[in-house]
């Protein structure tokens, strides 16, 4: 199914990850002036936040499905996203950070509590962005994973699919960076 995806949203996204103007990579290596290659835009990031972004932009162009996705990739959903293979924006999540062999849950509010909370100035790839979309229960509701200073990927709702947005809304909540420590310390 990953064969219907558009190639052409990757390659952009990809492109916008490797030519980042974060201050990380623009203080280690000067992205900001440059176009930097892959290795080199990634050098000064985490390692395990590399790998989360990587995946996650792999992912663009697959279907929003409530309820969909999980650590081994996307699936069917529940409820309205029963019939639809693909990711729910915790389902996306929850992938993105599998592959760097970190297990965040599986919903957004055991994600707001899987890592250290992060001031949004110092939010870099691979870090979790949430929002508060529901004022009537305590959110939040929605989760994407950041890109650079001003951009996710996330899976936004029915009819859509996982796509590169801006990450100023009115309705952030926060940026969490999950524990990448103990992916590093499993693999040994």
């Known amino acids: ?33 440059t176009i930097c290659r892959p ?17 996650a932009i792999e992912m663009i162009g697959v279907p929003y499905s409530w309820g969909g996705g999980g650590v081994r990739g996307p699936g069917y959903g529940i409820g309205k996203g029963a019939r639809t293979w693909g990711f729910d924006c915790s389902g996306l999540a929850e992938y993105a950070w599998a592959r760097a062999g970190v297990m965040i849950g599986t919903t957004t509010q055991e994600q707001w509590r899987s890592g250290a909370r992060v001031p949004k100035e110092q939010a870099e790839p691979g870090d979790l962005v949430f929002y508060d979309n529901n004022a009537d229960s305590p959110g939040p509701e929605h989760v ?17 699919s996982v796509r590169v947005d801006p990450l100023e809304r009115r309705t952030f909540m926060g940026v969490v960076r999950p524990g990448e420590s103990a992916a590093f310390a499993e693999r040994g």
């Open 1 to 33: 199914m990953n064969t219907l995806r558009p190639l052409l949203p990757i390659a952009l996204a990809q492109a916008m990850l490797f030519t980042s103007q974060s201050t990380a990579a623009a203080g280690a290596h000067d992205c900001a002036t």
């Open 39 to 55: 290795s080199e835009a990634l050098a000064a990031r985490s390692p395990a936040g590399a790998i989360v972004a990587r995946a």
């Open 144 to 160: 994407g994973i950041v890109l650079d200073a001003t951009r996710m990927v996330h899976a936004p709702y029915t009819g859509q």
